[in-house]
């Protein structure tokens, strides 16, 4: 029998199956179909596309690209993996220097995947000797009927492919394997390097190793997405006894919210055992191999609930928060409903994410005990919620007893929730029951405030706290976003017009699409990008279409680098109809110096704090007219000077700031009383 978690695995990791390299190729290179097939259809790819991949009339370059591409897609049990040639360029060039300390350096390559990704260090024959290894390094295959069994290089099972299915399991039981046919993990661009004949099989946490290296390799495996800090103590522990003395332990990880997609830390081995002797880009683990990890008590403990860090405003200034409000001698603990997204790579090292593992819908009674422990067991003083169903939660936690103080957030207003399914009613419902009950409510605008108190919101203390914008990442700088530019239209002499936000009934996109039109047939200069992805995706691709835009506008989809995005446009837009608090994308745009015009929703006008640029909603006559006027401005080279008008007034230290002050005094009064 499966035990609930396998049965969750099997459910969405099972489905449609086409293990052609070709098909996988053609779809990934299109975002459009990568949506379709792998969310809607949900095509998945057993280990019989590495042999389809291995089997490609192509030269040994484009069969390595292909089989890198077909592993990195793989469905196998619970096993991931992802890889690719020149993926860990940074921390290959720095192993290939600490090599020239050793006479005949030898390398252990951990979690090495295909092997694509070693391919710069054993070509740059620095190394006298090589071993590439991974936990997963071959599986077994065996034809029946239609279809065919997967196992492990330990035998055990993986799935079942039945004519165009495959059900992805992960099961203890183990079969003999005699019968089977293996496929190779290694790539075939490796396959001419004689020193390099297979993938051989490694545990980085019980696998006992008698041979011993002079430097150790280990990327993309050890992060605290995948493993407590527990466990990545012991697998170091345990790679460090393959390391001879003097030798060096190189951790790293890719991720696009590190500085250049990177970063590493070197640990070498001594009679005194392991200290850190290099590091780059602040590894997520690399505080719990530093010196400095005992620190003075905490004055107080606050635990953040939020839904995930997945891209978008509301969750980069949570991250804002939970990094500042660490720096006033706080403790902090941020309680997700599921740890995804590439935000929290950003946290400070001291900050522990804590993972509810929602399930879906019907797991709230169940999300409702799971947090009652985990607030029990980590004593908060205050207990601080991001977003509607987080702060019911915390209106439930206080009301059974087990959180002391609880702070809710408000960051929106005006909201339409006819344009939303019937759970968000359900949640604005229940939330306005609940408003009486946090001791502190944090809005993010003032016109958050209004709405809640002119609609039967019953908060006893409403603190307008405006979102910080970290002006040291916006700033201005288009040599940055030139390449992003050109990628979207390699035209000279144009007007790049942007607007970034989901693609969501609230934002209006429709108002924006109208208004570009009107500005093309204006000034045939005007050039427009879309910065975003959501539910309205078809739709609005289909209106601009009727509208004539497509030669004209870019569908840029989510972009991990928002600094290059609005240093890569000259106007930021936005053409939200309602529910708008503080909306940070005109924050972040003006630190760039960027001029923006915004429909008159939430706080818009107090940040832009120029009526010429802000128009009624849903007009989109007046907001094509704004878009002009700020075309004849910069055709005219005047210079907006938009920049000191965040950083005075809209820093993040001015959140954070005023954030302590404010959950320190619930604080206060709660003992006072």
């Known amino acids: 029998m499966l035990n609930r978690s396998q049965f969750k695995h099997f459910l969405m990791e099972s489905g449609l199956c086409i293990d052609r390299v070709r098909l996988l190729d053609w779809i990934v290179k299109r975002p459009l179909l990568k949506t379709i097939f792998f969310r809607f259809l ?246 719990l191999f530093t010196d400095d990890k005992k620190s003075s008590p905490k004055e107080l403990k606050v635990m953040l609930l939020a839904p995930s860090l997945e891209t978008g405003g509301a969750e980069r200034q949570l991250v804002e928060l939970a990094n500042g409000i660490s720096k006033y001698n706080i403790e902090v603990a941020l309680v997700l409903f599921n740890n995804k997204g590439a935000l929290s790579s950003r946290l400070h090292p001291s900050i522990h994410i804590h993972d509810l593992n929602k399930k879906g819908y019907f797991d709230f009674v169940f999300l409702v005990w799971r947090l009652r422990n985990l607030v029990i067991k980590e004593r908060v003083d205050i207990l601080y919620s991001f977003l509607g169903v987080p702060n019911i939660l915390s209106c439930i936690m206080k009301i059974i007893g087990v959180a002391p103080r609880v702070a809710c957030s408000i960051r929106a207003s005006n909201m339409d929730y006819s344009k939303y399914r019937l759970k968000s009613r359900v949640c604005e419902i229940i939330e306005r029951r609940l408003s009486h009950v946090p001791d502190l409510t944090i809005s993010n605008s003032q016109a958050g405030k209004d709405y809640a108190i002119t609609n039967g919101f019953n908060y ?84 601009s279409e009727e509208l004539g835009l497509t030669d004209i506008l870019t569908w840029a989809g989510e972009q991990k680098n928002m600094h290059w995005v609005y240093n890569a446009i000259d106007i930021c837009c936005l053409s939200s109809l309602f529910g708008e608090g503080f909306p940070n994308v005109l924050g972040e745009a003006m630190a760039c110096d960027i001029p923006c015009v915004s429909t008159d929703v939430g706080d818009a006008s107090l940040i832009i704090n120029n009526h010429h640029r802000i128009v009624e909603a849903g007009n989109h006559k007046a907001l094509c007219n704004s878009i002009l006027k700020i075309i004849d401005k910069i055709d005219s080279k005047q210079r907006f000077n938009l920049r000191p008008t965040i950083v005075d007034r809209f820093s993040t230290d001015a959140m954070v700031r005023q954030t302590v002050q404010r959950l320190k005094q619930v604080i206060q009064n709660g003992i006072n009383q």
Request: with cysteine.
């Open 42 to 287: 949900r095509l998945r790819f057993s280990p019989g596309i590495l042999k389809n991949a291995r089997s490609q009339n192509e030269t040994d370059k484009e069969r390595g690209r292909l089989f890198s591409l077909a592993i990195s897609y793989l469905n196998v049990g619970d096993t991931y993996k992802t890889t690719g040639k020149k993926r860990t360029n940074a921390a290959d060039d720095l192993l290939v220097k600490l090599a020239k300390k050793f006479e005949n350096p030898s390398l252990l390559d951990v979690g090495s995947s295909d092997g694509s990704s070693s391919i710069s260090l054993i070509e740059s024959d620095a190394f006298h000797k090589i071993r590439l290894t991974d936990q997963c390094n071959y599986f077994y295959e065996k034809d029946f009927l239609l279809g065919k069994f997967f196992l492990n290089a330990h035998g055990a099972f993986l799935g079942v492919k039945f004519l165009f299915l495959y059900f992805n399991l992960a099961l203890n039981f183990r079969f003999n394997t005699k019968k089977y046919s293996l496929i190779q993990t290694l790539n075939p661009l490796l396959e001419s390097h004689k020193s390099i004949h297979s993938i051989e099989h490694l545990n980085i946490f019980d696998t006992k190793c008698e041979e011993k290296f002079d430097l150790i390799k280990c990327s993309n495996v050890l992060n605290r997405s995948y493993f407590s800090d527990d466990l990545i103590i012991d697998a170091v522990n345990n790679l460090s006894k393959m390391l001879n003395s003097g030798g060096y332990l190189l951790i790293s990880q890719n991720n696009e919210s590190y500085k250049d997609g990177e970063a590493f830390f070197v640990l070498k081995k001594s009679t005194a055992g392991l200290h850190v002797e290099f590091s780059s880009n602040h590894h997520d683990i690399e505080h």
């Open 460 to 543: 006893r203390d409403i603190a307008v706290v405006h979102n910080g914008i970290d002006v040291s990442y916006f700033f201005p700088d288009r040599k940055a976003g030139h390449k992003l530019r050109n990628k979207w239209c390699n035209e000279d002499n144009i007007v790049m017009v942007g607007i970034v936000a989901r693609l969501d009934p609230m934002k209006d996109h429709k108002t924006f699409l109208r208004a570009a039109s009107m500005v093309a047939k204006v000034n045939s200069r005007a050039r427009f990008v879309c910065v975003g992805t959501g539910p309205l995706e078809f739709e609005l691709r289909e209106f």
